[in-house]
């Protein structure tokens, strides 16, 4: 019954900025950490951001100093600002969130439906 949905993709030019968000609902108890992962044509997924409910971030070197994550506990809402963009980043972005489910008393970790972000001039 847990949804997480994205919002925020779009069409950008090379060095623009965009932000995307991940807002859950459902019958949630509580959240974990929550974080962003990255597909792109032909490649894998990989890692963008990740950060804890105390708010420690883990983010690779490939978008550190241009992506900032954050998040809003009481919105249950995961944040990714996007800045300097490049043709790299184009990808499909989905959110990842760790809830903690009721019935079992365990976390467990839930994906969103993907945004489409797309750097072009």
């Known amino acids: 019954q847990v949804q997480l949905v994205e919002s925020g993709g779009g069409l950008v030019q090379p060095g623009g900025s965009l932000r995307i968000s991940c807002a859950a609902s459902g019958s949630i108890s509580a959240i974990g950490a929550m974080g962003w992962y990255r597909q792109a044509p032909g490649k894998e997924r990989e890692l963008v951001a990740t950060i804890t409910p105390v708010g420690l971030t883990n983010i690779p070197d490939s978008v550190k100093g241009r992506f900032t994550i954050s998040r809003d506990n009481a919105k249950r809402t995961v944040y990714l600002q996007m800045n300097n963009l490049k043709p790299e980043d184009t990808a499909i972005y989905y959110c990842?969130?760790?809830?903690?489910?009721?019935?079992?008393?365990?976390?467990?970790?839930?994906w969103g439906q993907g945004t489409q972000v797309t750097i072009a001039a």
């Open positions: 990842n969130v760790w809830v903690l489910v009721i019935p079992t008393d365990t976390y467990r970790p839930y």
